[in-house]
């Protein structure tokens, strides 16, 4: 007979063999205040793969000893979920953890919501998707939402060794002898997915020799059995979203090693496309004027890497990274036109001075020029001071300088005195 997974196995039975997740299940943890006083409410907990979200729904059940029932939003019918709530009316309540919640469509949606309400269910709905963002509103109300956080290092080498102990639900009948290397390796190539870490700890036991009557696992064995860890930036997900957002913050932030961190994990996740469009963006959103050819090379390192491809374009990529990191940083570009645009959304338009209409239409030019358009290249300098914004708008300012940089600086010279010229109008 088939054996359940190691990782199925080693499930906590109830919330004080809980690894992680203390800002829940801790003393002063809200979802421990609601077992100890069995005043449970339905709860949504969202975080990325094998964290412990299912583990925490079944400690919640064993520790409450209430039934426990799982489905899965996607592959389980609406008929499943009756026979879940005939159960409930006959023994009081079951908790039910339902999978991939953001996928549950209306019509099962719309059977669940009653019986949330009465309290015979109490749905722990498990995620990897914002609830905040994927989940109706319907459900959201009639829940509490948790976030779980990944693992450490020391989280997943505490389940790692209580598995080798365990004789009833772990390893320990087949006495390995595992290299502190290997454990290591298995912590910290899993990214926070005790999950990926406890099979792949197991896959090692079950493949590996006996030799006087141990299973002696090493850092080889370990390299082999988990080639690649649980990288945490899917590209649907949240943390995809997470790494990109980390990602511009460091460059804003001009902290180069950081930027240099999250680039190696959007590498690392193959997401080309993602890094291009987000240093183009952040080479005119963050860096802007404060050094404007900035955003002509970095284009110029992007059309390079998308040409070579991964891995080569980590190399173009890191060297626009590194620049835009270290140089100045100024966002009065995108103050600027948001100022402008919000001004527009908002119903502050006015009308264009007639010298400035197009004079495609009968009499406009004529028009204009009774109004005394002054041409600026027929002035010193190339300028000439007159009205442009609507008389509504007249001495409305949108862009404001800053001084971060020797570009800008010489904007702000030749602004300062044109901004004046024409507010002596």
């Not at 412990?52 to 489905?71: D, E, M, P, V």
């Not at 309540?93 to 953001?102: A, Q, S, T, Y």
């Not at 370990?222 to 790494?243: I, N, P, T, W």
């Not at 509504?392 to 300088?401: H, V």
Request: contains cysteine.
């Amino acid at each position: 007979m088939a054996r359940e997974p190691l990782a199925y196995r080693m499930r906590p039975k109830n919330i004080d063999e809980i690894i992680s997740q203390q800002h829940l299940v801790g003393d002063k943890g809200i979802i421990r205040r609601m077992v100890n006083t069995k005043q449970l409410s339905s709860m949504i907990l969202y975080g990325p793969p094998g964290i412990g979200k299912t583990s925490i729904a079944k400690a919640i059940a064993g520790s409450t000893n209430y039934k426990f029932r799982q489905l899965n939003a996607v592959t389980n019918s609406k008929k499943d979920m009756q026979m879940i709530v005939d159960e409930a009316k006959m023994s009081g309540r079951v908790i039910l953890l339902l999978d991939e919640i953001h996928r549950l469509d209306k019509a099962k949606q719309d059977f669940l919501l009653p019986h949330l309400e009465d309290g015979k269910i109490v749905l722990i709905g498990a995620t990897t998707s914002n609830p905040y963002h994927a989940i109706n509103p319907a459900i959201r109300s009639r829940a509490q939402i948790f976030e779980l956080y990944p693992l450490n290092h020391e989280h997943i080498y505490q389940a790692l060794e209580r598995a080798l102990e365990d004789s009833e639900r772990g390893l320990k009948e087949y006495q390995p002898q595992v290299d502190s290397e290997a454990l290591d390796y298995f912590a910290t190539q899993s990214q926070g997915d005790v999950r990926s870490a406890l099979n792949a700890l197991e896959l090692a036991v079950l493949s590996s020799e006996v030799k006087d009557d141990h299973r002696h696992i090493t850092i080889d064995d370990a390299e082999d059995c988990l080639q690649r860890g649980a990288f945490l930036s899917d590209k649907d997900g949240d943390m995809h979203y997470d790494v990109m957002s980390a990602f511009q913050k460091s460059i804003r932030g001009s902290d180069v090693n950081a930027a240099l961190h999250y680039l190696a994990r959007l590498i690392e996740a193959g997401d080309l496309p993602t890094i291009t469009r987000r240093l183009l963006v952040i080479s005119y959103e963050d860096i802007g004027l404060a050094s404007p050819s900035a955003g002509q090379r970095t284009l110029a390192a992007i059309e390079s890497a998308e040409r070579l491809g991964l891995p080569e374009a980590r190399i173009p990529l890191s060297q626009a990274v590194i620049e835009l990191s270290l140089s100045p940083k100024s966002n009065s570009g995108i103050k600027a036109v948001d100022a402008a645009l919000s001004d527009i959304r908002n119903g502050q338009v006015g009308q264009i001075p007639n010298y400035l209409r197009d004079g495609h239409y009968t009499g406009a030019k004529q028009l204009g020029r009774a109004q005394g358009y002054k041409y600026p290249h027929d002035h010193q300098g190339g300028f000439v001071p007159q009205q442009y914004l609507p008389t509504k708008l007249k001495n409305r300012i949108y862009y404001e300088p800053k001084t971060t940089s020797k570009a800008e600086q010489q904007f702000k010279s030749v602004y300062d005195n044109l901004l004046s010229a024409q507010q002596n109008l």
